[in-house]
């Protein structure tokens, strides 16, 4: 194997820019490892070689330099790539070629990052295994007999398959953090509003937010300044200035935390995880008090009803925002023989196109949206969505940031949870939150259990996404990261 | 007792327009029930006078400088049309023949 794939988003950079490397040499790298490990990972549902090798040329011709100019990455399925096929994973959207970029990508683009494909996920991000993708599961490169989280499992998978240095996701319940924590890598959820929704196909437009994924924290802070920031085309974009993550993140990395105050939710601290979860929790916290943070229970009394709250608002919002999949515009048309009328073409193409799990979710949301069910549900929802920003904002009047585990179980075996939906809901229990409250939040790897990864989430307050990052590359440095078996 | 019965599932899925099977009738019904008698929790909450948030950004209306852009062409726009003719969408017949 290629040692260049086993290198930083970081050291690439560096190496490109002094010309010791090629991007084409590192685009090339990278497909020949997607190329030897595919079969096994299934990370990605389109590869674009060409395009991604076109786009490296421009960098080694000096067309375009900057911070990433020719690292490779890889972008989630549910983010439109102009002339690339685009399916969030869907039958209905099977070979649907977007005629625009989303802003991210054109970010991506202008900063000269070559986009090696496009990754699996669960169907139109809704899932945390990737078992509800139409197109088949991606294996977790720890045990390819498990889940490799979701939705952005491919995103994850790729980057600790090494198959990419960097990688999009976008979290709407934990959709980056839960994928990032049971594969060992880095993945974070920016402030809602810091990154653009442009482009992206819309779930929960109040809570989707697309973010960074990588192996290391700076590189993840790295991607995040490249697609941040303010979005004309995105009316709920922020028009403020992006924290500066990078030096956040490299200020981490020295291990002085001293001053900083950690709050570990109370309510967070035993239920419902594994113990072996909340052992690398418990260590993690011992190695940040030994680099000079504080640590503070604090109580999240709400949070409790998160869950809950999540699963109206979200399908509640994905039942309408769902309704553009009509056999019209896009995407497939089932069962127009001349004779069906256009209500007919339109039942039969979304019971055709859609996924057990998108059906539930549109049948839930359209229930709580029912005239005489909207109050005591979507109506109470929300809030109780109220309720939990106030935790958090009387949270961070006493901490500058919240932690806890990322997910409450490693990568659970295919198959475990998918007959009870509630169970597979359960692994966004302590990812959700951050979500409804529409604040920012990472996950890093710190530590194993029975030989999987376990996650450690950091949460800060709405547009602090900086501070996040520096506990993050603190913990890092302390605890080291951590490398899966060779595939 | 049942939060939702098959009855309601057949009717939310007629206005979800999802032809759904008998099977997934059945199987729905059971997942929707366990689902529906978790999510009710958030009745628990006492929050009469609580404001509802839709969104974590404080903002009201967003507007842009009233100026033309470009935009996709015809042809762009209609690329990926299940069906297309003279330059529009075409969609099955809307009205019933006796209409």
């Known amino acids: 194997m290629s040692d260049l794939t086993r290198l930083s988003a970081a050291s690439l950079s560096k190496m490109i820019s002094s010309r010791e490397l090629s991007a084409v040499e590192v685009t090339t790298a990278h497909l020949d490892r997607i190329a030897a490990v595919e079969d096994r990972v299934h990370a990605f549902l389109h590869v674009d070689a060409e395009g991604a090798l076109d786009a490296a040329r421009r960098v080694d011709a000096g067309e ?22 685009t399916t969030a994973a869907s039958k209905i959207l099977e070979g649907w070629k977007p005629p625009y970029d989303a802003t991210i990508v054109e970010r991506l683009k202008q900063a000269g990052m070559p986009i090696l494909g496009k990754t699996n996920m669960d169907e139109f991000a809704m899932g945390s295994s990737t078992e509800y993708s139409a197109y088949g599961a991606t ?3 720890w045990d390819l007999g498990r889940i490799p989280g979701g939705s952005g499992g491919g995103s994850a998978a790729a980057i600790a398959a090494y198959e990419a240095p960097l990688a999009i996701g976008t979290d709407t319940g934990g959709s980056i953090r839960q994928p990032g924590a049971v594969t060992g890598t880095v993945g974070a959820k920016p402030t809602y509003g810091g990154t653009s929704r442009y482009g992206l196909i819309a779930f929960s437009s109040s809570l ?12 993840t802070a790295l991607l995040h300044a490249v697609m941040a920031g303010h979005d004309p085309r995105d009316s709920t974009s922020i028009n403020q200035p992006v924290p500066d993550v990078v030096a956040a993140a490299r200020l981490g990395k020295n291990g002085d935390l001293s001053g900083v105050k950690l709050g570990v939710v109370k309510e967070f601290a035993g239920d419902g995880s594994e113990p072996g979860v909340l052992n690398s929790f418990k260590e993690s916290l011992e190695a940040l008090v030994k680099l000079g943070a504080e640590i503070v229970e604090v109580s999240c009394p709400h949070f ?18 769902l309704a553009r999949f009509d056999g019209v515009r896009y995407g497939l048309r089932t069962g127009d023989d001349g004779s069906r009328s256009l209500e007919e073409v339109m039942s039969l193409t979304r019971e055709a196109g859609f996924g057990p799990e998108v059906k539930r979710r549109i049948i839930l949301g359209t229930y709580a949206l029912s005239s005489g069910y ?13 309720l939990i ?8 009047e006493q901490v500058d940031v919240l932690v806890s585990p990322t997910t409450p179980f490693v990568a659970f075996p295919f198959g475990s949870r998918t007959s009870d939906p509630y169970q597979m809901y359960l692994a966004d229990l302590f990812t959700i939150p951050t979500n409804l409250y529409g604040g920012p939040a990472i996950s890093v790897p710190c530590g194993l259990s029975e030989g999987l990864p376990v996650g450690f989430q950091i949460m800060a307050p709405t547009m602090a996404d900086d501070r996040m990052y520096r506990v993050a590359a603190a913990l890092e440095s302390a605890v080291g990261s951590f490398t899966p078996p060779e595939l | ?8 599932v057949a009717h939310l899925a007629r206005l979800s327009r999802l032809a759904v ?10 997942q929707l029930d366990v689902i529906l008698q978790s999510v009710a929790r958030v009745g628990e909450v006492a929050a009469e006078d609580i404001p509802p948030t839709s969104h974590s950004v404080p903002l009201t209306n967003v507007y842009r400088d009233d100026v033309p852009t470009p935009s996709l062409t015809q042809d762009e726009a209609l690329s990926g049309a299940p069906d297309a003719f003279e330059g529009r969408f075409r969609v099955p017949r809307i009205l019933d023949e006796e209409d």
């Open chain 1, 389 to 396: 920003t106030r935790d958090f904002q009387s949270a961070f």
């Open chain 1, 304 to 321: 409790e009803y998160a869950l809950p709250a999540y699963y109206l608002i979200a399908p509640s919002e994905a039942s309408s925002n």
């Open chain 1, 139 to 141: 294996n977790n490169p």
């Open chain 2, 21 to 30: 099977t008998e099977q997934e009738l059945d199987r729905f019904a059971g």
């Open chain 1, 64 to 85: 375009i330099t900057g911070p990433l100019a020719g690292v490779p990455i890889a972008v989630k399925d549910v983010v439109t790539t102009k002339g690339v096929p």
């Open chain 1, 374 to 386: 909207y109050d005591a549900y979507y109506g109470q929802a929300q809030k109780v969505r109220t």
């Open chain 1, 208 to 219: 989707d937010t697309p973010g960074p994924c990588g192996r290391t924290v700076e590189d």
């Open chain 2, 1 to 8: 007792m049942a939060a939702i019965s098959r009855e309601e």
